[in-house]
């Protein structure tokens, strides 16, 4: 809690007021009832209107999920899916996907739209601005946005020094354990999801885009649309929390406006600088650099308290710290922490690789003067703006597996005792054991393990080549043999080890295959007989473009030939039999024919002599 002062306002709201306020869910004894998912308590937008991910260029790859050190990314179909309640929005998945597979969904169009409408659009700049925008004096930037047709623009620097204040404050009053910089979005998801133990040590305090949004609606009207710029993904989050989703209505990164400025042909540095600052920010504009924030508080609180104060930066480290402190090694400490390694100053949106965290981090220091802002400022813009935020456990409530479970999932992928678990960390997981939990929990895949698919697809490789009774070979561009089947040493007499030392021509014909390399044509079921091997074989010989080699199998089809010779040579030996039965037929034919025409000669001669005795006798009779 933070003990009320005179310019200070709004109280550490009740478990009663934030049930009521649909924060926390209670049951009918006012304790906190059983977890609900983040989208029924906590946000307002799902993730993927923040990330956007193309699954057609996504596939088997898993650097993401090696890369993610909070493993909110499951993969399915091969394919990854951010897990909406356990992101932090780091945005390493963003800057290491080698296929832009993810991509941020930009607010652009939005804040055009304000601007078309009409409306009063103020932007809040975050001081990162001073390392990574490009100009001659900070007012030219000022001045360039509103060509954009924004209506003011002021540094986040100011709700920086609000939340200094109370940070001092807490600092003062000296009864919390250990205080944790609330600045960064990105950790308090960390803390809130993944060690919620430690929710107690986040300072109860707004982040100064937040301060800034509130201070800003407060000067310039409630319906004023406040756009934030700034370097950070985690912050389009951070604006939809529903604790202070009216603060802030558009987040916009520093390459969007430049591109933005690129399209209207606005250069920065040839704009008149304007004033840019209600009041100067002074130290607070260190926030984005490491230890801006430790360095702000010690300018800026009246009295010297006890705690040891240090800063810690990058998500690996962060975690590493929370861990310990989950062990109870960090006691009366105040801790300055950025998921970001360098600071904001290097966010997951700056891709400008040229740019050193250690250059801007030493202009800044040497630029921006370690003073405080006067009291009587600092309260005046403290006057009724809100900057209490109660932080709570919204670790996701999942089943564990048994340890039957996990050895029958290990068991799966071949992995049957300690021996066979390599923990080698490709599929993303740190061990094999890890990762057959994220099986369970349906986030990862048994396929992931690239170890064991290697072993399996080699397995099988290897049982293609030694059980198939086809030969199979494969030849590179020289010729040279690359795979030889092992059934090919009963056909050729060589081994396969001697094989794989020879070149094709050594013991075939290549012809063929020289002509399918450099056509890049195929043959399919050619007939080729290698008398020298008593073999005849039917061939596929095919070119395959990723190895630039050549795949033959041969068939041995060398009995189906004999075969054929011999049912062929049958074939012959019944013609020539049916040519002697036709012969010999015909020989007896035209005997019988010689026969009968001489026996019907000697008919027709005896008739017609009968005929003519018979004749004769009939005219005689009359006669008489």
Not at 91 to 110: F, H, M, N, W
Request: a negative charge; one cysteine or more; proline letters at 4%.
């Amino acid at each position: 809690m933070i003990i009320a002062k005179p310019c200070r306002n709004e109280p550490v709201r009740s478990p009663w007021e934030l049930a009521h306020k649909g924060l926390l869910i209670m049951n009918a004894h006012g304790e906190n009832a059983k977890k609900q998912t983040v989208s029924s308590i906590h946000m307002g937008v799902r993730y993927m209107g923040i990330i956007d991910l193309k699954a057609s260029r996504c596939k088997h790859c898993y650097k993401c999920i090696r890369n993610c050190e909070v493993k909110a990314i499951m993969i399915r179909d091969g394919r990854a899916e951010i897990m909406e309640d356990r992101c932090i929005l780091c945005g390493t998945c963003l800057q290491i996907c080698p296929q832009s597979a993810k991509t941020l969904v930009s607010d652009l169009e939005r804040v055009r739209g304000f601007l078309a409408d009409g409306d009063r659009v103020v932007v809040s700049m975050a001081p990162s601005y001073m390392g990574l925008l490009k100009f001659k004096e900070p007012g030219q930037v000022k001045a360039a946005l509103k060509k954009l047709g924004f209506a003011d623009v002021r540094e986040t620097s100011e709700g920086a020094v609000l939340v200094t204040r109370e940070y001092a404050a807490l600092l003062e009053q000296g009864t919390m354990e250990n205080i944790i910089t609330t600045c960064c979005p990105s950790v308090n998801d960390l803390i809130e999801i993944y060690y919620p133990k430690l929710v107690p040590y986040l300072a109860p305090v707004v982040s100064p885009m937040i301060a800034h949004g509130r201070l800003l609606k407060k000067e310039y009207g409630a319906d004023t649309k406040v756009v934030f710029l700034g370097p950070c993904i985690a912050k389009k989050k951070e604006s939809v929390d529903l604790r202070h989703n009216d603060c802030i209505d558009a987040v916009l990164n520093f390459q969007e406006v430049e591109s933005w400025l690129k399209q209207e042909q606005i250069e920065i540095q040839e704009c008149e600088a304007e004033p840019l600052e209600r009041i100067d920010p002074k130290v607070n504009r260190l926030y984005p650099v490491t230890n801006g924030v430790v360095n702000s508080v010690l300018a800026t609180e009246k009295q010297v308290d006890h705690y040891r104060k240090f800063y810690v930066h990058g998500i690996h480290n962060c975690i590493d710290l929370c861990e310990s402190m989950v062990r109870g090694e960090i006691n009366g400490c105040f801790i300055e922490m950025n998921s970001c390694s360098g600071g904001c100053i290097k966010g997951p949106t700056v891709e400008d690789r040229s740019i050193s965290r250690f250059k801007v981090k030493l202009d800044m220091e040497e630029t921006i003067a370690k003073e405080p802002v006067e009291e009587a400022a600092a309260c005046d813009m403290a006057e009724g703006v809100k900057l209490h935020k109660a932080y709570m456990d919204r670790s996701p409530v999942e089943q564990k597996p048994t340890e039957e479970q996990i050895r029958e999932i290990l068991a799966k992928i071949g992995k049957h005792g300690p021996k066979d678990e390599l923990n080698c960390g490709a599929c993303g997981y740190s061990s094999c054991r890890d990762k057959a939990v994220a099986v369970f929990q349906k986030k990862a895949e048994l396929n992931m393990c690239i170890p064991y698919m290697h072993d399996k697809a080699e397995s099988l490789s290897n049982l293609v080549m030694e059980t198939s009774p086809n030969i199979v070979l494969i030849v590179d561009k020289d010729m040279k043999i690359m795979e030889y089947s092992s059934v090919g040493e009963k056909y050729f007499g060589k081994t396969r080890a001697e094989a794989l030392e020879m070149y094709l021509y050594e013991f075939i014909d290549p012809v063929d295959f020289q002509w399918v390399y450099d056509t890049h044509q195929n043959i399919h079921g050619k007939k080729v007989t290698y008398s020298e091997y008593h073999l005849s074989t039917l061939q596929n010989i095919v070119y395959i473009e990723k190895e630039d080699a050549v795949l033959a199998t041969f068939i041995d089809i060398t009995r189906e030939e004999e075969q054929l010779r011999e049912e062929y040579e049958k074939k012959l030996d019944t013609i020539d039999l049916a040519q002697k039965v036709i012969h010999k037929q015909m020989m007896v034919a035209q005997e019988i024919a010689g026969l009968l025409g001489e026996t019907t000669a000697e008919t027709k001669t005896t008739l017609t002599r009968l005929c003519r005795s018979l004749l004769e006798d009939g005219s005689e009779s009359e006669v008489r």
